[in-house]
């Protein structure tokens, strides 16, 4: 329910199992993550030969890749469990970073990020599926959002550290941000070997049901997009996060490096730069809850979106000063609303349903809209009109969250009635759509 907050200032203490959860799972996210190549990815491809049209085209064919690997692999981490999906994107992922060092041509950038999609599809919703399911088998999901948090806020305070350094390392050899990000992947997968055995409700039914079935995976896949379309409250959920994500990574990514060229930034400041960025967005992941509670979860989602909106509108009017001040406090708004986002979906999703398929969906949905942004990025760039896209982008997204946010509320009214007795009661609220019926699955327990 969009009145329910997800933090709490004290309650139960983890389990020591549930520490162990929390701790490794920091370290994959923080290791996984690390892509040391990132504050420069775009200045060694033009080096390369290739030109923004090639670079963004890799961009959007990245987003669409994602897409289509998002499709299987959600679907594969509730059929082979969530923590051997984490292993192989792990293993992806090294092997990925690997490519721009031995072939740096189009060819070989264009392999690289296909082979990110396919490693990041592998842990996208595996990831948050693992932790969610694995802390409240202990007992212990009052502790969910914060360990989200602080995983974010740990990986991202790594990249703080790391990336001022990637601009001497590059002078001692070029192609050490690719090395130094292969081996933090590998480091990724010592933590995810390491990740206990997780029997999440429903998992082993379905797996048992499957066995021997060629259907298996359609079968999957048909629970859960029939999940989706009887859970009005999760499919509007899933588009809210649209905006948040679309925006964050287009402008932290794909737009960062432009945006401070244009201003007259030297690359050599880049690092720094993003390096302040990665504090703000580290210290906000790790604090989500000095939001007010006087606003619902849902309604901090579409108030930060909107201020990451406006934030756009000021990096487009102002200086180079200001516009590196507006970009780190993008990135403390996201810091704020990513955990928040995780939370609303993960608790939208009903407890039997096949997790890790439907936020593989919500992140086909994210990818989907990234792969025509990163196309219009590359034409608007190629035309010299970047602050046209700045202020097209935080209108188009106003307009959008406005009318999103009206649907919430209409539909949280409706659903007010249903669950009256339920919060009177003070047992958690969710969304009340049941799992729907299956007639080849074994029965919930």
Not at 258 to 283: F, N, Q, R
Not at 297 to 313: E, F, H, I, K
């Amino acid at each position: 329910m969009p009145s329910r907050w997800p933090f709490r200032s004290s309650g139960p203490v983890a389990s020591p199992a549930a520490r162990r959860i929390i701790r490794l799972n920091n370290g994959f996210q923080l290791l996984f993550n690390l892509l040391w190549w990132m504050p420069v990815f775009y200045a060694y491809q033009r080096d390369a030969g290739l030109s923004d049209g090639q670079i963004f085209g890799i961009q959007s064919i990245y987003y669409i890749a994602f897409c289509l690997f998002e499709i299987p692999t959600g679907v594969i981490a509730d059929r082979i469990g969530a923590r051997n999906c984490l292993r192989a994107g792990a293993v992806v992922m090294t092997a990925a970073n690997l490519t721009p060092v031995l072939a740096p041509s189009y060819g070989g950038f264009l392999v690289h990020f296909l082979a990110i999609a396919a490693g990041r599809s592998l842990t996208s919703g595996a990831a948050s599926a693992y932790l969610y399911d694995g802390l409240h088998a202990e007992g212990s999901g009052a502790h969910y959002v914060r360990a989200e948090g602080t995983a974010r806020a740990l990986g991202l305070a790594a990249k703080v550290v790391c990336w001022p350094l990637v601009g001497p390392l590059m002078v001692l050899a070029p192609q050490t941000p690719y090395v130094l990000s292969a081996a933090s992947a590998a480091g990724s997968l010592g933590c995810a070997l390491a990740l206990p055995r997780l029997a999440p409700p429903g998992t082993r039914e379905r797996r048992q049901a499957g066995k021997g079935q060629r259907t298996a995976f359609l079968r999957d896949a048909g629970t859960a997009l029939r999940c989706l379309a009887a859970s009005p409250w999760l499919m509007l959920v899933m588009v809210q996060g649209v905006a948040v994500f679309t925006l964050s990574r287009i402008c932290q990514v794909n737009l960062f490096q432009p945006v401070l060229l244009d201003h007259g930034i030297a690359e050599g400041s880049h690092g720094s730069v993003l390096a302040a960025m990665t504090v703000a967005e580290a210290v906000a992941s790790a604090r989500p809850q000095w939001l007010s509670r006087r606003l619902s979860p849902a309604a901090w989602v579409s108030v930060l979106s909107v201020a990451l909106a406006l934030t756009l509108v000021g990096v487009a009017a102002g200086g180079p000063w200001s516009a590196v001040v507006l970009l780190c406090v993008f990135a403390a708004i996201t810091g704020f609303v990513y955990p928040l986002q995780r939370s609303l979906v993960n608790d939208a999703i009903p407890k039997a349903a096949p997790r890790a398929t439907l936020l593989s969906v919500e992140s086909i949905v994210d990818r989907g809209v990234c792969a025509l942004a990163a196309v219009a990025v590359g034409a608007y760039l190629a035309a010299g009109r970047l602050d046209a896209l700045l202020w097209q982008s935080a209108a188009v997204t106003c307009v959008l969250m406005v009318v999103i946010h009206l649907m919430l509320r209409r539909r949280a009214a409706a659903m007010e009635p249903a669950d009256g007795k339920a919060a009177e009661a003070g047992r958690p609220l969710h969304n009340p759509a049941p799992v729907p019926a299956d007639e080849n699955a074994a029965p919930a327990p």
